[in-house]
């Protein structure tokens, strides 16, 4: 799916991306191979043989984020299969005030190596933080791209945020899934827990006063099993729609026969 792509290549949009591909030029390697391509001329070939080149210098050496950086931010999902074992998903809980003026109080990760979890005044400090996402590639969000990412360069300038990054929310409406995170869980048939179902993100502000100001453990261990919930329920629909999108964006999809996803039973529906 990645090598399938020519959407990084400047000046290509999706019309010469399929056009290319009705040519037989379906990979980076077709691409390489052809002396003559219509429609491009030689400079331009050579200089998005250069280009290819390069990314293909970048997957065999695992500068991966060097990679993501080549590629429009709508693009980032196409690198999902090749870096799960390097992927964070991830959810942050906030005092409820804007960027710059409120603070984050948990930072949520599931990985390979489980659930990780950063609590202000504890375990959230700058130096942590850049530690775990140094073991990371791809971070993986829901509405990230306007909150979480946004929020966390803001709160921790230090750290690097180079990463790619595929936002679930994005990609959601890109198949016809509208409405947040607990309304398309619902929609997928994944269940939250009965103590923590109804929460939002509201709610984790109000629980963590509660434990700010009133010292209440119940109201903290609810907040991080409400934070547990979003980050893991984020995996199974990132291979869920990553699967949708590589069926509807590749050689071999029909561009003129996507369905739109609007119901439980559209989960087993697939492109052709």
Request: glycine share 8%; with cysteine; charged share 20%.
């Amino acid at each position: 799916m990645l090598e399938s792509t020519f959407l990084f290549l400047p000046g290509i949009g999706h019309a010469t991306e399929r056009r290319l591909w009705n040519q037989g030029i379906v990979d980076w390697h077709n691409f390489l191979a052809r002396s003559v391509i219509p429609g491009i001329s030689s400079a331009r070939k050579h200089w998005y043989d250069g280009l290819i080149l390069e990314a293909l210098a970048y997957v065999a050496s695992g500068s991966w984020r060097t990679l993501g950086q080549q590629f429009p931010p709508s693009e980032h999902w196409r690198l999902f299969n090749h870096l799960r074992p390097r992927t964070a998903f991830l959810d942050i809980e906030t005092t409820g005030a804007s960027r710059g003026r409120g603070h984050i109080t948990v930072v949520g990760i599931w990985s390979q190596w489980g659930l990780t979890q950063l609590v202000w005044g504890e375990t959230l400090t700058p130096a942590r933080l850049a530690e775990e996402f140094a073991r990371y590639d791809l971070l993986v969000t829901f509405g990230g791209s306007r909150f979480d990412l946004p929020y966390l360069r803001i709160a921790f300038p230090t750290v690097p945020w180079d990463h790619a990054h595929f936002d679930l929310c994005l990609a959601a409406r890109r198949v016809g899934l509208s409405g947040g995170l607990k309304s398309i869980e619902r929609t997928m048939g994944i269940e939250r827990d009965p103590q923590i179902r109804d929460l939002n993100g509201w709610d984790a502000v109000w629980l963590w006063r509660r434990w700010i100001f009133r010292r209440d453990r119940t109201a903290y261990t609810r907040l991080l099993a409400y934070n547990a919930a979003d980050v893991r329920h984020l995996q199974p629909l990132a291979e869920w729609l990553y699967a949708q999108l590589a069926a509807r964006s590749g050689p071999q999809s029909d561009a003129g026969q996507h369905s739109r996803v609007h119901t439980r039973s559209s989960e087993q529906s697939r492109s052709r």
